[in-house]
């Protein structure tokens, strides 16, 4: 009876239906994709919307010498998006660490510190250059958002079991990191709509034709 059983067992344990119930269920659900897509998309067709139609006087306007132009904002924008886009990118190539999440944030706090009104420091390696010419830069920025969007429509990554490297107390998974994404853009639109309301700011000239 034992040398009938054991291989029974054997064969049960390897059917697709016991092997998948044994698989973790993700974490990340497909409502957790499709938020993150449509918000990835929303913020993308909003800063075409404040942008397409500009005027180079208008890309360039400097509220202050202070202060950075629209174009200016835009290359910020896309540089993060390449910044984002490689902290995924390792992060998801490394083991899913689940268990990050008992003492992870919720996404709350990150939707309402990316989207706060104080003031945010630029670290030195997402500071415009300014070298790249007005609408050029919303080139850069889409080219770049929209391999972020493919590639949050096909992974089968399980983006809250992934977390960033930075060893602190409250790590964030990838969920978080592409709240950040998205929000950053959210953030500039605002000062994007500041600048277009400066007393100063150059108005397009009216065609003839």
């Known amino acids: 009876m034992k040398m009938f059983i054991l291989p029974c067992l054997i064969a049960l344990a390897a059917s697709p239906l016991v092997a998948q119930s044994l698989t973790p269920a993700k974490l990340w659900t497909e409502t957790d994709r499709q938020y993150t897509l449509d918000n990835l998309r929303r913020t993308r067709d909003d800063l075409v919307r404040e942008t397409e139609n500009l005027t180079p006087a208008q890309w360039s306007f400097h509220e202050s010498p202070d202060r950075w132009s629209?174009?200016?904002?835009?290359?910020?924008?896309?540089?993060?998006?390449?910044?984002?886009?490689?902290?995924?990118?390792?992060?998801?190539?490394?083991?899913?660490?689940?268990?990050?999440?008992?003492?992870?944030?919720?996404?709350?706090?990150?939707?309402?510190?990316?989207?706060e009104p104080a003031p945010h420091l630029s670290p030195d390696y997402s500071?415009?250059?300014?070298?790249?010419?007005?609408?050029?830069?919303?080139?850069?920025?889409?080219?770049?958002?929209?391999?972020?969007i493919g590639f949050v429509e096909n992974t089968t990554a399980d983006m809250r079991a992934h977390f960033?490297?930075?060893?602190?107390?409250?790590?964030?998974?990838?969920?978080?990191?592409?709240?950040?994404?998205?929000?950053?853009?959210?953030r500039h639109l605002r000062q994007i709509r500041k600048i277009k309301q400066h007393p100063n700011y150059p108005q397009a000239t009216v065609s003839n034709r």
Not at 133 to 148: A, S, Y
């Open 127 to 148: 500071r415009p250059s300014g070298l790249i010419e007005g609408r050029n830069n919303l080139t850069f920025f889409l080219k770049l958002r929209d391999q972020t």
């Open 70 to 115: 629209i174009g200016e904002v835009v290359e910020h924008l896309a540089l993060w998006e390449i910044i984002w886009a490689r902290e995924v990118g390792v992060s998801v190539i490394n083991k899913p660490t689940p268990e990050l999440n008992q003492t992870s944030r919720p996404d709350s706090y990150y939707v309402e510190w990316i989207m």
């Open 164 to 186: 960033d490297r930075t060893g602190t107390d409250s790590p964030r998974n990838m969920h978080q990191v592409y709240i950040f994404q998205w929000g950053h853009v959210d």
